[in-house]
């Protein structure tokens, strides 16, 4: 038998490392040659590794989430003896060094004091007597219940037990002469919940959080809000799906807020922009290469439209439908997630009123839709039911103004609000 050492390859340029996203195998099973081993996540993709070889896995480079440098051992597979040439000879496992003893400590000379005993759980409140167990007279009874005041917690001053208007009035003395005793507190009836889940940050997940602390880090954000009246836009969009849509596709608003951006940016060229902070140059771009941010089962990817500037809204909408499915399926490539200049983030129907979004660092600018509604708006001096929505808009300050911000958000209003100068050049 000879054992084979598949290595973790270059993935990617300038990939030096990657993280285990999910193993296919696990050790002691047996796999054929091209059988996948592991999924590995890099900063742009998800990548499938399979098998040069058959046989048996011998060992693996640690549970999901272990970060595993280019050229390091992935993989152990004991073969055949007629497996090919480029399978290693079996080598004896050295020895495991043995585990560092720590030095004792001053104090360690002493005997740890013994943990303190867990406090005995409390006891369960004994519910008072029911007021029918009490001797009284309905008058008693009556000003008990004005007053307030439990008739089980009040002592009988009579032999034979019953509770006299004496009593009541000893009972309220005792309880601070207020006139009424304070009513008796339930004890809780529900089970507590005490369980903690410890879940592990890996994957994608772990890409996404240090991705938006990376953005939070060195960017100061701007955020820039704004109302849209898109009852016009609306009109349009349903007249074009009416008849158009069998042949050609539904359309949603994406495709136009694509367009108006792609309209608005030439005079806006810092906003279509990459910023390399470390190196001080911002990149301006010529082609739009729009990030459409997409929930998918893992989390939060980015894939990208590129040269959007030469889509027409049908064409748009068809590869934004192409991207989104396969971000979520996770067949996305590096090259359809990365190099996006401006990024539109939407939560759809659930968008809320306002969101603040976080720009996708290297970028300077985000476009976030949120929630359309119909609702009351005065136009022309009449109040009449329009369909509103806000565009909340994120920029870097150290690039964008302010002045500028309002300057873009506006010119992509105007253009939503009178959709026929979208088709003007």
């Known amino acids: 038998m000879a054992r084979f050492i598949f290595k973790l390859p270059d993935i990617g340029e300038g990939i030096a490392e ?19 081993l592991v999924d590995m996540m ?37 073969t055949a003896a007629d497996a090919p040439a480029v399978v290693e000879e079996e080598k004896p496992a050295p020895k495991a060094a ?26 369960p409140v004994a519910e008072p007597a029911h007021e029918t167990r009490t001797l009284a007279a309905p008058a008693v009874r009556q000003r008990a219940k004005e007053l307030g005041i439990d008739m089980a917690q009040v002592k009988a001053s009579a032999p034979n037990g019953r509770i006299r208007h004496a009593d009541l009035d000893a009972f309220v003395a005792y309880s601070g002469g207020g006139g009424s005793a304070a009513p008796r507190v339930a004890a809780p009836t529900g089970k507590p919940r005490e369980g903690v889940e410890a879940v592990k940050v890996i994957g994608l997940r772990r890409k996404i959080a240090e991705k938006m602390q990376e953005a939070k880090r060195r960017i100061p954000h701007i955020t820039y809000v704004d109302e849209i009246d898109v009852t ?11 008849q158009y849509g069998k042949e050609r596709g539904k359309l949603t608003l994406l495709p136009f807020l694509v367009k108006a951006i792609v309209k608005v940016l030439p005079r806006f060229p810092q906003v279509n922009a990459r910023y390399d902070d470390d190196a001080g140059v911002l990149n301006q771009y ?4 729009v990030g459409i941010a997409a929930q998918t ?15 027409d809204l049908w064409s748009a909408a068809a590869e934004i439908g192409r991207l989104a499915t396969a971000a979520k399926d996770g067949k996305a490539n590096a090259k359809e997630l990365a190099g996006s200049t401006i990024t539109i983030t939407s939560l759809g129907a659930m968008g809320g009123l306002v969101t603040t979004p976080v720009i996708n660092h290297p970028e300077v600018a985000i476009v976030g ?43 992509v209003k105007m253009l939503l609000e009178h959709p026929a100068t979208l088709f003007i050049d």
């Open 18 to 36: 990657a993280e285990v996203a999910e193993w296919r195998v696990k050790v002691g099973d047996v796999i054929e040659e091209d059988q996948p």
């Open 369 to 411: 839709v949120n929630k359309m509604i119909e609702r009351p708006v005065v136009k022309n001096g009449q109040i009449v039911i329009r369909k509103m929505m806000n565009l909340s808009s994120g920029f870097d300050h150290r690039i964008v103004d302010g002045w500028d911000a309002a300057e873009f958000v506006q010119a």
């Open 232 to 242: 016009e836009i609306e009109a349009l969009r349903a007249q074009l799906n009416a």
């Open 42 to 78: 890099t900063d742009k993709a998800t990548v499938e590794l399979t098998s040069p070889v058959g046989g048996t896995i011998v060992a693996v480079a640690g549970e999901a989430g272990v970060m595993v440098a280019t050229g390091a051992e992935l993989v152990v597979i004991e």
């Open 98 to 123: 043995p585990a560092p003893v720590e030095a004792p400590k001053a104090a360690a000379k002493k005997e740890a004091a013994p943990a303190p005993a867990p406090a005995p759980a409390p006891a």
């Open 297 to 311: 089962p893992g989390g939060l990817v980015v894939p990208v439209l590129r040269h959007a500037e030469t889509h």
């Open 286 to 289: 010529e082609g739009v290469h």
